[in-house]
């Protein structure tokens, strides 16, 4: 694990999400005004791409079925009652710049 | 039987009366009103002037409740006198009505300060429907006016004024806003909401006059300032309305003195609601008055026995985005206070806790615990225990675990006193699903309404077929019909999505008020708006459809189904290009070319050079069309003319959901115009107009809108009920479901029946949104951000 520089802060507008190929791997990282966050972009229902969701407060929805993923835990706070959840990534800004661990 | 005399038609009196007829009949009712209404809910005057309801709305008892209670009704008649000897009463027209029984339920009157010129024209009162009906004749753009009172009351008129597009003025004698209310902290931050809805607040200051020639021109103040005013409310407060009383010769202090039974002095007389004075305190609320009705029912039919100890005051400012409320003894004196502010989100709290119970408290800026508070309030809860959480509660995950914290005790309606037991019990017993249902079998919810969205949440979670109801809320996040949201982002001239939710909902938004909300500020500000797409489906932020497995599909526009070879040549290099996996003629006459990458679609658009099909939205989809009168030997019109045509007015705009249209050249209907949106079909010498068909998940034949002679006259009425589906419809309402549940008729009315004016704003407002508009796949060369299309390369990439 180690902090990997991704891109300026403006380059992910508020309030939506943008993809980024880490180590293979397609992230999905949102900017909340406030914060950055986040997760594997890949949706635990059917794959659907996250960074094309629309942000609900600090969860997003998937654009494919509506499944609602909360990107701080990453746990699926909807449909309710199931247990898949999508990993999360810490995040840090530095000088301007999102930082991801992974 | 014997004959009860009530002297007031107002919430108090009525309520009380409908509290009688719960008890065995014995009386013959008599009811007088000084208004020309029905009983009407008096609370809710400022919604009606803020145009949040209309007058109708406010109604709680209609005449037909009054017949079929069989009581006699006497509107618009002011009982002038009341003789106790002879037990009669005497009209201002003449009448005298002999009672065994009387009940005075007066209410109370304006106080009128001394003032000189109270009698000029312009000035008005806010304690009537008459009074909001004048001021709303009279609020406008462009008026000066100035409200006298920066009470509850006075505070209301002037945000209603406001909405109505006065410039307004409020002018407090107090140095503290609602200072009954609320301490000079709360009442500061009070100011500082007003202040930033657009209404100034002089504080401390007193009025000395209106002055005018006639009518009122101007406010003076005692330091000398004139202040311009064409409309003045005078809101300084109300007197209970005694006269009666003293006339009758009844026991009056402040108001008429009641004792814990609600009897008068009189033991023929007895007095209900705002005239009242009991153990001392005056009531101007209306949760006092029904509770005070639950007693004096019980008394005045020989079932005496429940008694009134006096209410717990509460009281909530109405005003949409200022959340003001304050219960019981905020003052700090023997108590502890416990406090919570920021400044910068404009938030007050103090609670004043008493011998280890809640004894008062005040919120401004956030009310979500009222309810919890007024629980603490009313029972005494002794708090020891919660003392370090008395502010932040636990945050709950879910409104059903709200629902399930409450006790079944707790007072879910403090207007008239409905329990969340009682509301279950409904809910179990009489088969309640509504809110409608509920208010009808509890009353719930019909007083100032701050409970409603409480109501629904135990509706939901207990209720076993819950529906909401006709007037439906957008969602959660922004608890308002979308008649209402329409309504608010005119009048309060918002223009983002962000400012919306910041103001009316939970400042957060989620994938179905964002887009909702998004259609309605590109529709009512004609693409004058502040576009945010982060608020839009990722469809309308690449202008593509996305597919299960991410990609995209990308449907040029081929107007009325009509192309070429060139178009098609490109259309066919293309898809050799970008390996498009699929290549598909659609139902729509168009070409679909399906699994494009979104990092490839500015390239794809810009090799196709044809505008946006729009296929991936809630917009103008396409016209479909026969070969008209070119080749067909049947043709009686040119309908691919006329479809393309029909295509070029509408496209690139968005719509409350997708709009698919075609036209055709006869009656054979070829291109199925009958099952379209909107379709023109044609035929010998004209054109049929016909709107809201439908043959996807419903299949329903479209109604004829009209029958026209021209092209030209197909098309503009096209165009009207286009404009008017965009502004009327909700957001992701077919036509279909549209014109079913407005009706035809009325559609017609609205459209192409209606006047010229309605007519000429339909087509201007029309031609504005299009002139604002333009092809999406534009911005395949300008993007609106540099990573609208292509997904983050990391500046870094790992050592291998």
């Known amino acids: 694990m180690r902090w990997i520089r991704i891109a300026p802060c403006e380059s992910i507008p508020s309030r939506e999400g943008r993809a980024a190929l880490v180590e293979g791997r397609e992230i999905a990282i949102f900017n909340l005004g406030d914060r950055f966050l986040a997760v594997d972009n890949r949706c635990p229902h059917q794959s659907g791409p996250l960074c094309d969701g629309i942000v609900a407060g600090d969860a997003v929805v998937c654009p494919l079925h509506a499944w609602k993923v909360n990107l701080e835990t990453g746990a699926v706070a909807r449909p309710v009652n199931q247990n898949d959840c999508v990993r999360t990534y810490a995040t840090r800004v530095d000088a301007g710049v999102i930082l991801v661990e992974a | 039987m014997k004959r009860l005399v009530v002297v007031g038609n107002g919430m108090a009196g009525v309520a009380c009366v409908e509290q009688i007829l719960k008890h065995s009949p014995q009386f013959a009712i008599t009811v007088f009103g000084d208004e020309t209404h029905v009983n009407y809910n008096r609370i809710l005057l400022s919604s009606v002037l803020a145009g949040e309801r209309s007058a109708d709305e406010i109604t709680l008892n209609t005449l037909e409740w009054y017949q079929n209670n069989d009581i006699r009704l006497r509107l618009g008649v002011r009982v002038v006198d009341v003789n106790s000897e002879l037990k009669t009463v005497s009209g201002d027209d003449g009448s005298v009505t002999e009672y065994d029984t009387l009940l005075l339920a007066t209410g109370s009157s304006a106080f009128k300060p001394p003032i000189e010129g109270l009698e000029r024209d312009g000035v008005f009162a806010f304690r009537t429907l008459d009074d909001t009906r004048q001021l709303l004749d009279r609020a406008g753009p462009g008026v000066n006016a100035v409200v006298i009172g920066g009470g509850l009351l006075g505070l209301e008129a002037a945000r209603g004024l406001q909405v109505r597009g006065c ?52 406010v003076a103040l005692e330091d000398g300032t004139i202040l311009e005013a064409d409309l003045v409310v005078v809101a300084a407060g109300i007197r209970p309305n005694v006269e009666l009383a003293y006339r009758a010769g009844v026991r009056v202090n402040r108001g008429i003195v009641v004792n814990d039974w609600m009897e008068t002095s009189d033991p023929d007389i007895f007095a209900v609601g705002e005239c009242v004075e009991h153990r001392g305190t005056c009531y101007g609320l209306v949760a006092p008055l029904l509770e005070q009705g639950k007693v004096l029912a019980a008394t005045i039919t020989g079932n005496k026995g429940p008694i009134y100890t006096g209410t717990v005051q509460a009281a909530k400012l109405k005003i949409m985005g200022v959340d003001v409320f304050s219960a019981g003894d905020w003052s700090e004196q023997h108590a502890e206070p416990v406090r919570y502010e920021d400044r910068a989100l404009g938030i007050y709290k103090k609670l004043t806790v008493r011998d280890g119970k809640l004894a008062g408290a005040i919120l401004v800026g956030d009310t979500s615990d009222s309810h919890r508070y007024m629980d603490w309030l009313r029972s005494g809860t002794d708090l020891t225990a919660q003392r370090r959480h008395l502010l932040f509660p636990p945050p709950a995950s879910d409104a059903g675990l709200d629902i399930a914290q409450m006790s079944e005790g707790a007072t879910i309606c403090g207007c008239v006193g409905v329990t969340k037991g009682a509301i279950i019990a409904a809910i179990h017993d009489k088969g309640v699903n509504t809110l409608s249902q509920l208010k009808d079998a509890t009353r719930a919810s019909t007083g100032c309404g701050s409970c409603t969205s409480l109501c629904q949440d135990i509706l939901r979670a207990v209720a076993p077929d819950f529906e909401e109801d006709g007037r439906k809320v957008l969602c959660g996040c922004v608890p308002f019909s979308q008649d209402n949201l329409r309504e608010i982002l005119r009048s309060q001239r918002l223009k983002s999505v962000q400012e919306v939710l910041a103001i009316y909902g939970n400042g957060l938004g989620c994938e179905v008020c964002k887009p909702a909300l998004s259609y309605m500020l590109d529709m009512i500000w004609c693409g004058d708006h502040d576009e945010d797409r982060s608020a839009r489906f990722i469809n309308d932020r690449v202008h593509a459809n996305i597919q299960k497995d991410g990609t995209f599909s990308v449907v040029p526009r081929i107007r009325g189904g009509v192309t070429s070879p060139a178009e098609l040549r490109r259309i066919a290099d293309v898809a050799d290009k970008y390996h498009v996996p699929m290549v598909k003629i659609t139902g729509s006459q168009r070409i679909d070319l399906l699994g494009i990458r979104k990092e490839d679609l500015p390239r794809v658009w810009a090799d196709l050079g044809m505008p946006s099909g729009q296929a991936y939205t809630k917009g103008v989809r396409m016209v479909k069309t026969c070969v008209g009168t070119d080749f067909c030997r049947f043709g009686t019109q040119d309908s691919t003319s006329a479809g393309i045509e029909m295509e070029r007015r509408f496209e690139h705009l968005y719509t409350p959901h997708k709009v698919k249209m075609a036209s055709v050249g ?63 419809a909700n957001y992701l309402e077919r036509t279909y479901d549209f014109v079913e549940r407005l009706g035809i008729d009325r559609v017609r009315k609205d459209t192409v029946y209606a006047p010229e004016s309605a007519r000429a704003g339909l087509l201007e407002r029309l031609q504005k949104s299009k002139a604002a508009s333009h092809d999406a796949w534009l911005e395949g060369q300008s993007p609106v951000n540099p990573t609208q299309f292509i997904p983050l390369l990391p500046i870094e990439s790992l050592p291998s």
């Not at chain 2, 809805?197 to 009518?215: C, D, E, K, P, Q």
């Not at chain 2, 998940?697 to 004829?704: E, G, I």
């Open chain 2, 167 to 218: 410039q307004v003025t409020v002018v407090h004698l107090m140095a503290t806003l609602m200072e009954r209310q609320l301490d000079p902290d709360g009442g500061s931050y009070l100011a500082g909401k007003m202040e930033d809805l657009g209404i100034r607040v002089l504080l401390g200051r007193s009025t000395t006059a209106i002055v005018g020639n006639g009518h009122a021109e101007g």
């Open chain 2, 666 to 728: 006869c009656p054979r209907n070829c291109a199925e115009a009958t099952v379209k949106d909107i379709g023109l079909v044609g035929q010998e010498g004209g054109w049929q107009v016909v709107v809201g068909g439908a043959a996807g998940k419903s299949v329903r034949k479209a109604d004829l809108l009209i029958t026209v002679e021209t092209t030209e006259a197909a098309l503009e009425a096209a165009e009207l009920f286009f404009q008017y589906y965009r502004e009327h």
